[in-house]
Every structure is written in C-alpha cells, then in structure tokens.
C-alpha cells in the first residue's frame, strides 16, 4: 500500500518537472522520431531517382538533335532554352544541370563517329549531382539504342559486345534502406525509454539524497523495500508512457514518410508497430530497473546524471554491433535484454516470422535481469550508507 | 519516553587504508551514550559540532544500528523492534528535507498517508497540523520560495502527522530568526504539556538553558553528565550553563588523561 502512496507521490512530483516532462513526452516520443526519421528519409530521397516525375531540362542548341529531344521527352524529360552564361547559372544553382550539344553533334552523328555532348554539372550541390545522374541514364540508354542501331545496320549481333549477363539477384526480403530503418525503430524505442525514467529516476533516488528528505522519509514506520519500490512503480509508469506516445508517434510520423522509397518490406502499419511494442514492452520494467539502481549507488543528481550518461551506451551498443557485426537472431541471442529486442523488433517491422520459442526466450532473459536489478536496488537501500 | 543506555557506534573514515591499525580506520562517533527522558518534559542533547548527537538521534530514529548498548522508545527496542518504535517517534532531522515542488500541505499529507491513515483522516490531520502551527497563509504554496522557518514549520507537521508520543528534534532552530525561533519554542513548550515526551539536540547553550527541563551534555561521543539546569550548575559549581558546560567537558578530558596515565 505505501508503495502506491510513494509511487503516486513521485509522479505527482515529477510531472510539475518541467525537464522531466520534456525529456518524458516530447524528447524521446516526438524530437527523437522527428529528428532521426527525418533525416534518414531525407538522404534516401537524396539517393533514390524518380524516373516517372516529370523534370524540365535546360539545353543549349536543342535544335541541332530533335530525335534526342524527343527521346528525353519519351523519358518524361522535358526541355527548355537554356541560360546565356551556362557554367555560371549551374554554379549558381539557377539550372541544376545543362546539357549542351555542339554545333557539330549531328555531322558527328551522321558520320558515325562520337557525338560530342557536355552536361554541366555543378558536383557540390547534391541535388544538382542527382539530376545529373537521371540525365545521364536515360542518356546512357539513348546511346546504347543508337549503338544496336548501328550494329545492326552493319549486319552485326549487338549482343556480340555483351560478353557477360551479370543478374543481381537480391535474395534479402527488404532493401538496404528498409534494413536501416527497421534498426533504427528499436533504437528510437529504447532511447526513449531511457530518456523517459531518466529524470525521474535520478530525481527520486539521488535527489532525494540530495535534498535531504531521505532521512525522514526512512524514519517512517514503512519499509525501505517499499520505498524504492514506490520509486520504481513511478519510473515504471513515466517509462511506460514515454514508450506507448513512442508507438503512437511513429505510427503517425511514418504516416507521412513515402514507402516506397524505403525499400518495400519494411512496415510501420498499425500491426507491426503494435507488435514491435509489445516485443519491446519487457524493456520497460528492465529499463526502470536498470536506471533506479545505478541512481540508488549514486550520492548526488549530479553523479547520477554522469553515471547514467556512461549507460546510455547500452542502449546504444547493439545498435552499432548489430550495424557492424550481422549477427543473427539465435536462440544463444535472444535471453540478452536490449540486443533481443533490437533483432526482435527489426524483425516485426521487417514483416519476419519471429520463433515463439525466441519471445519467451527473449521476455524470460529480460524480466530475470529486471528481477535480478531490482533485488540489488533493494539490497542497496537498506544499507545505513545510504544516508551518508 | 527515550532510554539509552551506553550506545556506542563507530564509522569508517571515508579512505581509510587497510593496512593500517583498525582504531585508526574507524572514527568513533559515539562511544558512550546513556540518557534518559521522561514523557511531559523537554530534554536538551547539548553538544559541540561532531559530540555524536546526530549520530545518536539517527540510531534513536533507527535508521543506523547501534554497535553495542541499547535504546528503547516508550518501551520499544530500537535495533530490534524498529516498525515499533517509528510508530512512536516523530522526528526531524536537522535539515527540513521538504520537497520543493510540494505544496506544504502535500509534503503533511504525505506523511500522513505513508504512516498509514487513510485519505479521509490523513486529509483531517493535515488540517489540524496547518492550523496548529499557523501555516494557514501559506499551507498551498509550493515549498519552493519557502523561508527557513516555514521550512522548520512544514517538517515539525510531518514529524508529528502520526501523533508520535516521543517527538525528536534535531537542531530545529538552526537558521531561524528571532521571532521564528520564539514561535518554535512555544510549539514545543505546548507539546510538553501536553504530555510528549521531547528530546531536543542544539549546540546552543541558551537555547537549550531557556527551553529544557533536562539537559544531557554530551561531547567527544560520550553523555558526560545528565541533569536538570539546576542541578548541573550545583553539580559543577558554576553559574551559567556556558560555564558548567565547559567544565563537564574538562573533567571529562582530565579523567581521559588519568586513564591513560594508568
């Protein structure tokens, strides 16, 4: 019972926190999305060409080749007259790229030798260096056709020249883009978890060391268990609530953020953000755990925070081990909290079966850990040091 | 009621090396405490900075054990029977310990609930509390811009939320001006009468003369001598409690000096 007083306390407490608060419901759930998300689908649109889109080319001479005109049209390219000084409206951004064809590009053509074309460039502006590389493709396909065209007339086999047919065949279920975005889900819900009992967590044990008010506290007729029992129920809560707007912002963020160019499979519906959730759902009593005892060692706000800033690496590590290591989802990997999670959840957006025998694998390893933490926490507050 | 008898407690000096002899790796706070007091009066713990008398108060409060000797609080064992005795103690440290983003009458109530009254009472006695100790003007304001003696104010409600028969104060005028000290000591002086039995920790001399029936002197971790203000000043020969303290406290280092000449 007096757990519940203290818990309701702390939350009380802790929500006229305006950093708590922050940190709880807008850093984690919405900054953090935003913020990674964003960038991420910007660098894809950056790497992915739109062949469908309509795009409108400045070019100089475009009456000396009228066929190649009308190819760049077939390939939704439109063109227009380019600028007096080329080089200069390049560089300055006021046409991405120009191409210009030289006064000699039809004798050349006709002649069948090299026809001289240049496409200024402007290779520092990325979205310049991206129109380039749509007007070099569907150049390159003009010249091959061109290229046949003459074998052929020659009575030669165009397939002569093709020594090799490399096929790709990409066996994963997802593209790369979708790999990267899936793995960045368990990373945004386990930041936010941290982030979400961080202050409050530091604010109940440490502060209240801090403060002072440990020492009448304890002198009441309660038992020390049920006060950093209390403490944890509260970091329970505000973990909870920081991962449950985590889902719903990135179910409502990725909303917004264009599928297609994600690679596919990888799927942030309804469905697999609420299983994402619940495969991470073990994290939350493990995290609250984890962030109660390390700020119950401490002595001051001040050394929690340091303490706890150390820590946040572990969020962090399978992350960059998952990215640079493969490591495969395995029944040897899935009792491990935090690393399961990351490949459980990586899979549930990927659109995987997940083995049941790896979720109980996965929730066992956790919720003993969580055990584990929470018996040290409470060893760690009936120490008489603890009031020092 | 508070009976001690030859409490004792030692602490590790924080870096101590272990190579070195055990009495020079440890610091004894408190070697021997034995005092006592009665219900309806106010006793004085009076001693220098570093006597031991948080120490002794925190082992009172059970929230550090006793290494030898023994306490009880109107008849409960505190290393022992520890639920007991801090159902019969308020106290309050000597820092107020309030939570700043509590209103006053949230940090009482708080109290209240976790010595277990239910909503209803610990609403009631919260109410009493606020009234009795002229909290109104302020009772639901954060206790953040707090002064120190609505701090004192605050904490002193918390400690008594329980209706504690033995109410323990450690240095609760620290800080305090004139009239807040005044104010306090009337407080106290009302709890007396009422029958509570007060112990009261202070390192200052008219303090402790002007409030205290009973008055324990300690210094150096050990109660050198335990009396009335009268009787301590018949007992030493001198005049004023500064006097007689600093005699106490001599023949407490001459008898140290004796005994290790032995």
């Not at chain 1, 649109?45 to 005109?69: C, G, H, R, W, Y």
């Not at chain 1, 368990?186 to 502060?207: H, N």
């Not at chain 1, 049920?226 to 329970?236: C, D, F, I, L, R």
């Not at chain 2, 302020?138 to 918390?158: H, I, M, P, Y």
């Amino acid at each position: 019972m007096s757990m519940f007083i203290v818990m309701f306390k702390e939350i009380i407490d802790n929500l006229r926190d305006r950093q708590t608060v922050f940190y709880a419901l807008l850093f984690g759930p919405v900054l953090l999305p935003l913020l990674i998300g964003g960038s991420l689908v910007a660098s894809f649109k950056q790497m992915t060409i739109d062949f469908d889109e309509v795009t409108t080319l400045s070019v100089v001479n475009a009456n000396k080749a009228p066929t190649l005109i009308e190819f760049l049209y077939s390939k939704n390219i439109d063109t227009k007259e380019a600028p007096e000084n080329v080089e200069l409206s390049v560089r300055e951004g006021e046409s991405l790229v120009v191409l210009e064809i030289s006064d000699d590009y039809a004798h050349a053509l006709r002649n069948g030798t090299p026809a001289p074309l240049t496409l200024h460039v402007n290779n520092s502006d990325k979205d310049s260096t991206k129109a380039a590389r749509r007007i070099n493709a569907v150049l390159n396909v003009y010249e091959q056709t061109i290229s046949s065209l003459r074998l052929q007339h020659r009575g030669i086999d165009p397939t002569t020249f093709d020594s090799l047919n490399i096929i790709q065949n990409d066996v994963s279920n997802e593209g790369a883009n979708g790999q990267l975005l899936a793995s960045i889900l368990p990373f945004l819900f386990i930041m936010s978890m941290v982030m979400g009992g961080f202050y409050l967590a530091i604010d109940a044990t440490a502060g209240e060391r801090e403060r002072q008010s440990l020492e009448p506290l304890l002198s009441l007729p309660l038992s020390r268990t049920s006060v950093v029992m209390g403490k944890y129920a509260a970091t329970v809560c505000f973990v909870l609530l920081s991962s449950v707007l985590t889902a719903i912002s990135i179910y409502t963020l990725f909303r917004f953020f264009p599928m297609e160019i994600m690679g596919g499979q990888v799927r942030f519906d309804g469905p697999s953000v609420t299983r994402a959730f619940l495969l991470a759902s073990p994290l939350i009593p493990f995290i609250s755990a984890m962030l109660i005892t390390i700020s119950a060692i401490t002595r001051s706000t001040k050394q929690a925070q340091t303490y706890l800033g150390i820590l946040m690496v572990i969020p962090m590590a399978p992350f960059f081990l998952l990215q640079f290591f493969n490591i495969r989802s395995s029944t040897a990997s899935m009792p491990l909290p935090m690393l399961s999670q990351y490949q459980l959840l990586e899979s549930a957006v990927l659109g995987d079966t997940i083995p049941w025998l790896h979720v109980v694998l996965s929730v066992t390893g956790t919720l003993i850990a969580t055990a584990i933490l929470l018996f040290v926490a409470a060893k760690l507050y009936q120490r008489e040091k603890l009031l020092d | 009621m508070i009976i001690a008898k030859q409490l004792q407690r030692s602490f590790k000096r924080p870096g101590a090396s272990r190579l070195k002899a055990k009495s020079e790796q440890y610091v004894h706070a408190v070697k021997s405490v034995s005092f006592s007091a009665q219900d309806g009066r106010i006793t004085g713990l009076l001693g220098p900075n570093g006597a031991g008398k948080s120490t002794t108060l925190r082992m009172l409060a059970t929230l550090i054990k006793p290494e030898s000797g023994s306490a009880t609080i109107d008849g409960h064992n505190v290393a022992t029977d520890v639920l007991q005795v801090r159902n019969h103690l308020g106290f309050m440290p000597h820092n107020a310990g309030i939570y700043p983003r509590l209103t006053a009458r949230e940090n009482i109530h708080y109290y209240a609930r976790l010595c277990g009254l239910d909503r209803k009472n610990s609403k009631q006695r919260t109410g009493e509390l606020i009234e009795q100790l002229e909290m109104l003007t302020f009772a639901d304001r954060r206790a953040n811009g707090f002064s120190q003696g609505q701090k004192t104010k605050v904490a002193l409600a918390r400690a008594l939320v329980h209706r504690p028969q033995t109410i323990m104060l450690d240095e609760p005028t620290n800080g305090l001006d004139v009239m807040a000290t005044r104010g306090l000591r009337e407080i106290i002086r009302n709890l007396a009468v009422q029958g509570h039995c007060i112990l009261f920790s202070s390192h200052i001399m008219q303090e402790v003369a002007a409030l205290c029936d009973h008055i324990a002197i300690i210094t150096d971790g050990t109660v050198v001598m335990e009396d009335s203000l009268n009787g301590i000043l018949q007992h030493t020969g001198q005049h004023d409690l500064e006097d007689a303290f600093v005699h106490a406290t001599q023949s407490l280092s001459n008898e140290g000096i004796a005994g290790d000449n032995e």
